[in-house]
């Protein structure tokens, strides 16, 4: 237990303020937090879906949640079901298998809702394309808020995209 | 010439790997698996291909493991009935890649008892085979009727809990069909190919230049096993030899990922068990990993780093010094956090004894990779076959027998700090010279392996060129295929609850699998 406590104090708190670019992500947390906690609550109940990536993606999403990024902190949490959603993050092209659990998931969603398309399979199908098995981009299946390209987006960017899907539903 | 363990004429591969072929008759197929099962030869992967473009019919091919190194076997099927002797019943793994095979190409397996449908859901007709050369890749069907018949289990207070493809977490898409009696799993059935995007077919609309970032992005968390499995084929079947200093280069690259991963998924094994101080610790050690990797290679998981020929990035002397600075407090770091999971009793009352393995069924059903490693089945690519960089820096394997969550947690950290060391190795004496040599010129009809130890276990890329630089036929082959099944054997008599966590300990690729 002394060691365990020892390395809690030793390691300390690395979230950043303000991370790389510095000025960049702290902007983002600001705002980010002032728009959730206008529109949301200061609540905003994320669903992922991997409807047929490499998951190179879900690497990025989950480094969200990483004490560097620490997403929940800013009141953006990752909910087990599409029914406690207000947004959609969907990874990949859409495999023609994943088809119709994308579009499930979707109606699943309470209105209203914002998806944003993660990768740039989500954006446009990237090497996979459209072909007998896949519908390419996230955008031909359900409709899209924001897409954010990057193979994978850093988890800066996919904060960014979220900021910018809220922000856009503010206006 | 003759093979070393079967009775048959082969001709070696070209390449990095030791790696031979044969065409056999169909008809001899069974006597030949069963002569190498009692030779304790491991299954790799079967897959079949359309040689209608090539005045043939259909073919059949299986790669096995030896001592002397990979054996590839083609069988030739006719035209009209392309049917083969199916090898379920000697080599148990083989069961969903035949089913997978007959989805994509049409061939089938003979005798088999399980013959559902397996990567085709209800995108494309059971009388249309995407791989047949006739097939156009864009074609496009409307969605079918998709029926799967799950085994149903009955008797009194049995339930079923179906899961997914959608998943409650931020993981890949995947069904689960749960029976369970009170907390106990009964029985686990998997349901997979939601991922499946035409990867094969998409290959084969490519040049052997274009295909290395789509193999980087078959499966995500594997881009650096993937892209130099894929890097070795194309050398094979080209004639290509990539530089030293680049093949040590790729040892780094290949090591870093293991790393990568080990941290993150030991990370979350604690999450797991609710001793969330171990996720966030792992997973600060990852991200800087991931940094690091960023400023020295330009991409945090070295996406698109190996390609055919070598590498696109050297790692100057300074930043080789930078390298090895930042793992040494990476490594110290991790040290201490092993000894809080080894005495933490919570996190070990959680991990031993749960979701096991036992050697005897690991060896029979073809369990590879670090999950293999950790239930009795000792082998590792870079230890059995130590080719250049392993050559140099002799790995040591890691391994265990329980064969639980607690094994697979072992062998992750023993590997982790072993990658570390041979990553210390490499870099300290990087070769002088050049980082990447031309892509010699392709002739139709090269075939060439490639065969990686990823952190996974096993990637096997088999290639066969057509002409003009172009893609015959890639199958490529992640070591979950083996791996999938024992899961649905770890968990019974286990709890839903310990389903994450056993899940994990594995973790294994979908989207690999999906193809």
């Known amino acids: 237990m002394y060691q365990l406590l020892k390395q809690i104090v030793t390691a300390g708190i690395v979230t950043e303020a303000a991370p790389q670019a510095d000025e960049s992500l702290r902007n983002l947390e600001q705002r980010l937090s002032e728009v959730i906690l206008k529109h949301f609550g200061r609540a905003l109940a994320i669903r992922h879906v991997d409807a047929g990536s490499c998951n190179g993606c879900e690497l990025e999403i989950h480094a969200c949640n990483s004490p560097y990024y620490n997403l929940e902190r800013l009141g953006i949490k990752f909910v087990a079901s599409p029914r406690h959603a207000d947004v959609l993050l969907v990874t990949g092209p859409v495999s023609r298998n994943m088809e119709v659990a994308l579009l499930r998931t979707y109606e699943a969603t309470p209105d209203p809702k914002l998806v944003i398309a993660i990768g740039d399979c989500g954006c446009s199908g990237g090497i996979f394309g459209e072909s007998y098995a896949s519908c390419g981009r996230v955008s031909n299946v359900i409709p899209v808020d924001v897409a954010v390209p990057g193979c994978p987006p850093t988890p800066t960017a996919i904060m960014q995209g979220i900021l910018t899907a809220v922000a856009a539903r503010a206006r | ?515």
């Not at chain 2, 079947?237 to 290949?254: F, H, K, N, Y």
């Not at chain 2, 050690?285 to 400023?295: F, G, I, M, P, T």
């Not at chain 2, 041979?422 to 010699?440: D, F, K, S, Y």
């Not at chain 2, 019974?492 to 994990?504: A, E």
Request: proline share 7%.
């Open chain 2, 1 to 515: 010439m003759q093979h070393a363990e079967l009775p048959i004429d082969v001709q070696p591969l070209p390449g990095a790997m030791p790696a031979f072929c044969a065409a056999v008759d169909a008809g001899v197929l069974r006597a030949l698996c069963e002569t190498a099962r009692a030779k304790k030869a491991r299954l790799v992967s079967l897959w079949g291909s359309d040689e209608t473009l090539r005045g043939g019919g259909y073919a059949l091919h299986l790669a096995l493991a030896f001592p002397s190194g990979l054996l590839w076997l083609s069988a030739p099927l006719p035209r009209g009935q392309p049917h083969y002797p199916g090898i379920a019943d000697i080599y148990p793994g083989a069961n969903r890649m035949q089913r997978a095979a007959y989805d994509l190409t049409g061939v089938y397996a003979q005798d088999n008892p399980d013959h559902r449908k397996w990567l085709r859901h209800g995108a494309w007709p059971d009388s249309v085979f995407p791989l047949r050369k006739d097939f156009n890749i864009a074609t496009h069907f409307p969605q079918g009727e998709d029926r799967y018949p799950f085994v149903k289990v009955e008797g009194e207070g049995v339930h079923e809990i179906p899961v997914g493809p959608v998943h409650a977490g931020t993981i890949e898409p995947g069904h689960f069909r749960f029976s369970i009696v009170g907390e106990k799993i009964l029985r686990l059935e998997e349901r997979l190919g939601y991922k499946h995007k035409g990867i094969e077919k998409r290959f084969e609309t490519m040049t052997l230049e274009e295909g290395a970032k789509l193999a980087g992005r078959i499966s995500g968390d594997s881009t650096v096993a993937y892209a130099w499995a894929y890097a070795m084929a194309v050398e094979g079947a080209t004639g290509t030899g990539p530089p030293s200093r680049a093949l040590a280069l790729r040892g780094i690259l290949l090591e870093l990922e293991r790393i990568a991963n080990h941290l993150g998924d030991i990370g979350y094994l604690a999450n797991d068990v609710a001793l969330s101080f171990g996720f966030f610790q792992f997973w600060r050690l990852k991200e800087d990993l991931l940094r690091l990797n960023a400023q020295l290679f330009g991409h945090r998981y070295l996406m698109d780093i190996i390609v055919p020929g070598g590498v696109t990035r050297d790692l100057a002397r300074n930043e080789s010094g930078l390298l090895l600075e930042r793992l040494e407090k990476i490594q110290s770091e991790a040290a201490t956090l092993k000894s809080i999971y080894d005495e933490h009793a919570g996190t070990q009352d959680r991990f031993i004894m749960t979701g096991q393995v036992l050697p005897e069924l690991a060896e029979q059903m073809g369990l590879v990779g670090l999950a293999g490693r950790a239930s009795g089945v000792w082998h590792d690519l870079r230890v059995d076959h130590p080719i250049p960089p392993y050559q140099q820096v002799e790995p040591r394997i890691a391994t265990h027998t329980r064969g639980d969550v607690a094994a697979r947690v072992s062998v992750r950290f023993e590997e982790l700090f072993e990658s570390m060391r041979l990553v210390q190795a490499l870099a300290n004496q990087l070769p002088p010279g050049e980082t990447r040599a031309p892509v010699a010129a392709g002739t139709a009809g090269g075939r060439g392996i490639g065969w990686v130890e990823g952190w996974r276990g096993e990637v096997l890329v088999a290639l066969e060129t057509a002409d003009a630089n172009r893609i015959h036929r890639l199958h490529p082959h992640d070591p979950s295929w083996l791996n999938w099944p024992l899961l649905e054997r770890a968990v019974l008599g286990n709890i839903v609850p310990d389903f994450p966590l056993i899940n994990k300990s594995f973790n294994l690729s979908y989207s690999g699998q999906d193809l």
